[in-house]
């Protein structure tokens, strides 16, 4: 049987979110204005704080954002965190899904049953506000501990070492945070539900290189994608990952149809669809 005569053969597209999906830091967008806080004051307070309490950076900045809010007498609820998610700024030929449809029609028409998951340090309420939330099978993200509707505590934070596990969770087909002992169960490989080598990867920077390398080294895909606005000192880092063997591909975070990063996806999951024949 050719390889599209039928759908049998799952793969996934892997984002990363700030920066890849979306310009700069989605906390960046309505929720800083909105606690009177500028980008640099923030994110130089979380860095300070980090060094001086000897914590992980990721928890320090869900905890900030609590005590800003507490402080301007806001609450943080679910639904507050989804309305700041939906003003993200999201790079071209995302908006309106056309990315989404494009693509799982092409892996459609190769045999392929495409699924698309996030893997992000970002809060996953604020995540879920944007109007691309639907095209995920499964966000995996940093989250609060809710007291009722109101945010009391992170529950989840997720930084660059961490998301590493998550390539496991999908494929092993675990869709939650908590199961770690699904995750350290032996699992013969034919039994996975995702292969590693039926995975691609996108994501922007120093932060996604752990998952980048992993990836390549399990036999699956990275592309390091960039920002055009960026400075040309943030491109060469991007460059990089390239010529250090962390990522397989660089391109323009632009996600229209005939882009340069819509023609390597597609030829990535041509060959996914021809090595799973």
Request: no cysteine; net charge positive.
């Given at each position: 049987m050719s390889s599209t005569e039928g759908i049998e053969k799952k793969a996934a597209i892997i984002y990363d979110f700030d920066g890849t999906l979306a310009r700069g830091n989605l906390q960046e967008c309505s929720f800083l204005p909105t606690m009177n806080m500028r980008r640099e004051e923030f994110w130089g307070r979380v860095k300070e704080m980090t060094k001086r309490e000897d914590a992980d950076?990721?928890?320090?900045?869900?905890?900030?954002?609590l005590a800003k809010a507490k402080e301007a007498?806001?609450?943080?609820?679910?639904?507050?965190?989804?309305?700041?998610?939906?003003?993200?700024?999201?790079f071209p030929g995302l908006e309106d899904c056309s990315w989404f449809t494009r693509i799982n029609a092409f892996a459609e028409g190769h045999g392929l049953d495409l699924q698309h998951y996030i893997i992000s340090s970002g809060i996953e309420e604020m995540i879920g506000g944007c109007t691309i939330q639907p095209a995920f099978h499964r966000i995996y993200a940093s989250k609060y501990i809710y007291d009722g509707d109101v945010a009391s505590w992170p529950g989840v934070a997720i930084n660059y070492t961490t998301k590493t596990q998550y390539l496991f969770r999908i494929n092993k087909g675990v869709e939650n945070h908590w199961n770690n002992n699904a995750i350290n169960a032996y699992m013969p490989k034919r039994t996975r539900l995702i292969p590693f080598e039926r995975m691609i990867f996108l994501g922007d920077g120093d932060t996604d290189?752990?998952?980048?390398?992993?990836?390549?080294?399990?036999?699956?895909?990275s592309i390091a994608v960039y920002d055009e606005q960026r400075e040309k000192r943030d491109l060469e880092k991007i460059h990089r990952l390239i010529s250090d063997d962390r990522a397989d591909f660089v391109a323009p975070a632009n996600y229209e149809e005939n882009s340069q990063l819509d023609i390597i996806v597609k030829g990535i999951l041509g060959r996914i669809a021809h090595l799973s024949v």
């Open positions: 950076e990721i928890l320090v900045y869900m905890h900030l954002m007498k806001i609450e943080v609820t679910k639904e507050m965190l989804r309305e700041h998610g939906r003003s993200a700024p999201l290189i752990p998952t980048m390398k992993m990836l390549t080294y399990q036999g699956g895909h």
